[in-house]
């Protein structure tokens, strides 16, 4: 088995002008390697690598001018004798500094390619964007977010099974959002990471296994169902969209072939050996639905929680009340009707035995 990675060289403040492509066997017997260069001031940043039509498309950013806080979005498609072709996205940022860059990449179904990233400019123009290209790199649509936070950063983007997007984005203070978009860029809904325990999780990227899609946050392994939906999401209508057409530019470029050189590495290893634990489960609704799994729905008097389903809980078991921003509100001995009409209007969380949760909405 063999692999290709993608590097570059940051010794001259963020960049060189080059982006190096490294293949090697699983054994580390057989190297190779390709210097994709240009001439100053175009430098660059690798961040991702997605595979299309047996060649690798490869997204970051490049200065386009001597300051080094001068970046647009850069994207180029290689194969084993090098680059075929690097284009430059200008994405509007405004002001004197601008960081531009795509952080991550999805081959979709009809072999166009998504990307997302940001486009952060000064006097607190910090958007994140979501953009499809065709094969050559042409921009089909672009899609651009805002809140009222300084910084949006769209980190990850993928493609659902009914042809809609799924990008998650982070703001300031770490907070993370999931966005869902048409298959056409529109903005359909945005959900913000709330998360029970109330330590805020820096949103990441999704890997796709078996047809699962999994979010990866700086802290947890977050899964999602066949919609998008996962636990301690909350509907936002915090940021706002709107579409753009970056202006695109081709750079000129070199291959070479070179040499490889290895220097000697150690590590230690890990002790204790990592470990996972469950938090949480998409289980709840205040709708009643035809499910075995615990589930909540109001009482008919409009006070009361009622909690039905399979639960595995005994008289001595405990279940814990929390606020959305992560408060402990109350614990109770598990039982199947939660007295809520002392509690404020608001949204709840009910964490179960065996880490189950369950989401409240009072209004």
Not at 90 to 115: A, N
Not at 204 to 222: A, E, P, Q, V
Not at 281 to 288: G, I, P, V, Y
């Amino acid at each position: 088995e063999h692999f290709t990675v993608y590097t570059f060289h940051n010794s001259d403040y963020y960049y060189q002008n080059g982006i190096y492509r490294l293949t090697g066997n699983s054994a580390g017997t057989d190297f190779s390697g390709m210097l994709v260069a240009t001439e100053d001031p175009y430098k660059f940043r690798a961040y991702d690598v997605v595979r299309a039509d047996g060649l690798d498309v490869v997204g970051g950013s490049g200065n386009v001018s001597v300051e080094p806080l001068d970046q647009r979005a850069m994207m180029m498609v290689v194969g084993t004798n090098g680059a075929h072709w690097m284009k430059y996205y200008d994405m509007g940022s405004q002001g004197t500094v601008r960081t531009e860059s795509i952080l991550d990449m999805d081959t979709i179904s009809e072999g166009h390619i998504l990307c997302s990233g940001n486009a952060h400019g000064d006097f607190f123009d910090g958007r994140g964007f979501v953009m499809k290209v065709d094969s050559t790199g042409d921009v089909v649509w672009c899609t651009k977010f805002a809140n009222s936070s300084i910084s949006l950063s769209v980190t990850g983007v993928v493609e659902l099974a009914d042809g809609t997007i799924l990008a998650c984005a982070r703001a300031e203070w770490d907070v993370g959002f999931l966005l869902r978009l048409s298959g056409s860029g529109q903005l359909l809904s945005q959900k913000r990471y709330e998360p029970a325990d109330g330590i805020p999780s820096v949103m990441d990227d999704f890997f796709r296994s078996d047809g699962d899609i999994t979010l990866m946050t700086s802290n947890k392994l977050i899964g999602l169902d066949g919609d998008g939906n996962a636990c301690d999401f909350v509907d936002s209508e915090s940021i706002v969209a709107s579409t753009s057409i970056p202006v695109v530019s081709n750079v000129l470029f070199s291959n070479s072939i070179i040499e490889p050189e290895f220097l000697p590495l150690t590590w230690e290893e890990r002790v204790p050996q990592l470990e996972w634990t469950l938090d949480c489960s998409t289980t709840a609704t205040l709708d009643k639905p035809q499910s075995m799994e615990p589930f909540a729905y109001w009482g008919p008097d409009g006070g009361s929680i009622q909690l039905v389903g399979t639960l595995q809980m005994t008289g001595v078991d405990r279940m814990v009340l929390y606020s959305i921003d992560g408060r402990r509100v109350r614990e109770l001995t598990c039982c199947n009707n939660i007295d809520m009409r002392s509690e404020p209007d608001g949204v709840y969380i009910l964490k179960l035995p065996e880490q189950k949760c369950i989401r409240i909405i009072k209004r």
